[in-house]
DNA sequence: CATGAATGAGTCTTCATTCAT
DNA sequence: CATGAATGAAGACTCATTCAT
C-alpha cells in the first residue's frame, strides 16, 4: 500500500475535521447547544467561517457528528452478556469490564460527557432523538439482562422496565459524580460500589 | 369580607399570571429555555407581545418564577427523617410519604419534571445555579441520611458521597421513566419498587 | 357672572390640563422629544395612563401645546420697536426692556428654555417647523430694526441678514448660558452687557 | 511599495465604513440620535442589516465614531492664538484664519454641522458630554482671548464669562444660517462681518 | 370622567449561512 | 481549498395608543 499525494491530502483533510470536531465538542459541552456559536467554534478550530462549512453543512451537522462518534464508540464497548458461553468468563465479570470500560471512555472526555449527559435539550429533534435512542438501548440491554437473572432465578422478582431506568439513571448519577468533583476517585473504585449497591439491589 | 372591584382585578391579573407562567412551562419543557421563544409563549398564553412584558420582566423572569415555585414545592416536601423522636413514625415510613409526596407532584406535572430533568443546559446562569443548588441540598440529604445509617449500624459500609449521587441518579431515572410513559403506573408502586431497590442496594 | 357647577368643572379640567403640561414640560426638557415617554410624564403628574389621552390626543400634541403656549407668550412680549412715535419712549429703552421681559420669562421657566434651546430635534416635523418658524420671526423683526437703523443712518454698513442670525444666536448664547449656570446673574445686568457688545457691534 | 489583495481588501474596508458613517451622518442630522433607525442608516448606505454590526457596535458607536472624527477635525483647526510670538502673524490674522478654516469645515459637510448644532439632544450621556465638553472648551479659548485683551488693555471692560457665552452662540448662528440657505455667501465674507460685529463689540 | 390592563408595531441586536475572491 | 465580508431572518424588548370597566 503506497502513499499517493492524494492519500496524504485525504488525511489532511480527516486530520482538519478531527480538529473542528475537537473544538466543536468543547464549545458544545461549555456553553449547550443553543449557546455555542460558530464563531466560537471557529476560533477554538482556529480557521476561517467559510472551512468551518467546507467540512460540516451546518451547526447541527457538526452536533450530530459529535454524537455520532460517541455513540458508537459506546456501542462497541457494551454488548450483551454472555450467560450461557462455558467459554466465556463470569457474567459479573462481563458486566464489571464492561461497564469499567464505558466509565472510563466517558470520563476520560469531560465535554462529551457533559454533552451526554445534559442531552435532549438540543432543538435539534433529530439529535435528541438519537440519544433518546441510544439511552432507550441501553435501557434494554439492562432490562434484557434483568429479565435472564429473573428466568434463572438469580434475581428477587422485581419490575425490569422500571428497575432498568432505576438502573440507569443510577449510572448516570454516578458519572454527573465523577464529571462534577476533580476528585481523584478511580474509576474502578467507583465501579465496584455501584456494582455493589445496584446488584444488591435486585439480587435474591 | 366582601369583594371589591379591586379584588376582582387582582384576582384577574393573578389569573393571568398563572396562565402566562403554564404557558411558559410547557413551551420551556418543549424546547429548552433557549429554544423557547416569546413568541412562542404568548401564542400558547393567547396574549400580546406587551402583556407578557406586563408580568415578567424578561424571559430569564418567566424561567425563575416557574423554578422558585418548583423548588420551593418541593422542598416543602422534603425534610430531614427524624430516626430518634419517639413519636414520629419510623424511618422508612417518613421516607416512602415523602418520596411519594415529591413524586406525585413532580409527576402530575409533566411540563415541570421536563424542566427539571433537563436542568443545568440554562444559558440563564444563576437559574442553572439555582438548580444545581437544589439538587445539591438532596444530595446532602440523602448523604445524611447515609451516614446516619451507617453510625447506627444500621447500613453496611459504603461511599455516602458517592451513593447519595446514586440514588439521586436512580431517583431521576425512574421519574424519566414515569414521565415518559403514560403507562399507568401507580406512583405508590413505583416507590415501593424504587425504596426496595435502593434500601437493599445499602441496608446491611 | 355666576359661577356654575358646570363652570367649576370646566376650571377643573382647565387645572388638570395644566397640570399635565407643566409634567410634560419637564420631562420633555429632562429627555429630549424622544428620551421623554408617556410613563413618565404621567408618572411626573400623578394621573393615569387614559387619562393622558383625555386631555391630549398624542405625544406630539403635548408638545405642540407647550410649543404653543411658550411662543405665544414670548410674542406677546415682542413687537416691533416703535421708532418715529414722539409718544414713545427712545428706541434703546423699548429695545432693553422687550429683551429683559422675554429673557426674564425664558430664564424663570428652565425646562422651557431647554426646549427652545434644543430644539429642532423633534422628529414632530411640525413642531420643528413652528419653532424653526417661531426664530425666522425673531430674526425677521431683529432684521427690519436693523435696515431700520441703517436707513436712518444710525448703523454702519453691514448685511442684515447676516447679522441679524448674528444676533440672535448671540442671544441664544447668553440665554444658554444663563441656563446651565445657577450663577445667581441679574437678568438685567446680563441684557445691559449683551446689548453694549450687540450695539457696538453695529452702530456707527 | 506594492500593493498586495490583503491591501485591497483594507482599503475596501476603510471605504465600506466611510460609507456607512457618511449615511448614519446624514440620518442622524436629518431625525437626531432617538429618531435614527439602524434601518434608515443601512437603506441609506446600501447595505445589509448584519453589515452595519460588522464596521459598528452599536447605534451608539457609530454616533461616537461621526462625533470624535469631527471634534478632533475641528480641535485641529483651532488653537490659542499667539500674541507675544513676533514671528506670528498678526493676533487678528490669526483668529481670522481659524475661523475660516473651521467654518468652512462645517459648512462644506452639511449633515454635520445640522448634527453639532442641535447637540445635547443625545440620550447616549457621553456623547452630549462629548459635544458639551467641546463647546466648554471653544468658550474657554475665547474667555481667555477676552482676557489677555483686557489685560493688554485692549479691549473695554467685560464680563468675559458672559461675553464668550455670547460669542459663541453668535458663530452658532452664523453657521446655522450659514448652513440653511443654499444663499452663495462666502464664508471668508462672512467671517469678515462676523469679526467685525464680534470685535467692535469688545475692542475700546 | 378616570383608570390601567392590553395591544402590537417597531427597535436594536445576534448569528447561522453563503459566496466572491 | 481557504478565506472572511456580507447577508437577512429571527429574537428579545419598548412604548405610544386603545378600550372595557
Redesign the interface.
Known amino acids: 500500500m503506497v502513499s499517493t499525494p492524494h492519500d496524504a491530502s485525504e488525511r489532511a483533510k480527516q486530520e482538519r475535521r478531527r480538529q473542528i470536531l475537537a473544538a466543536a465538542k468543547a464549545v458544545f459541552a461549555d ?5 455555542a456559536s460558530i464563531h466560537a467554534i471557529i476560533e477554538r478550530a482556529q480557521i476561517a467561517r467559510g472551512t468551518f462549512y467546507l467540512y460540516f453543512a451546518s451547526k447541527a451537522a457538526v452536533f450530530d457528528s459529535i454524537l455520532d462518534q460517541a455513540l458508537a464508540d459506546l456501542r462497541s464497548r457494551i454488548h450483551r452478556i454472555a450467560v450461557d458461553d462455558p467459554a466465556a468468563p463470569p457474567p459479573q465479570v462481563q458486566l464489571r469490564s464492561q461497564v469499567i470500560a464505558t466509565l472510563e471512555y466517558i470520563v476520560q472526555d469531560r465535554p462529551l460527557a457533559t454533552l451526554l ?2 442531552a ?4 435539534d429533534v433529530e439529535a435528541a432523538e438519537r440519544i433518546e435512542q441510544f439511552y432507550g438501548e441501553m435501557r434494554d440491554l439492562l432490562r434484557r439482562a434483568l429479565e435472564s437473572g429473573l428466568e434463572i432465578g438469580l434475581l428477587r422478582k ?2 425490569p ?3 432498568s ?10 458519572i ?2 465523577l464529571v462534577r468533583k476533580e476528585n481523584a ?1 478511580k474509576v474502578e473504585e ?1 465501579v465496584d ?2 456494582l ?3 446488584l ?3 439480587l435474591k
Chains 1, 2, 3, 4 share one sequence.
Open positions: 456553553a449547550g447547544y443553543h449557546g449527559l445534559s435532549g435539550n438540543t432543538p422485581c419490575h422496565e422500571l428497575v431506568a432505576a438502573m440507569l439513571g443510577l449510572i448516570r448519577g454516578v454527573e459524580q476517585l467507583v460500589e455501584l455493589m449497591v445496584a444488591r439491589g435486585v
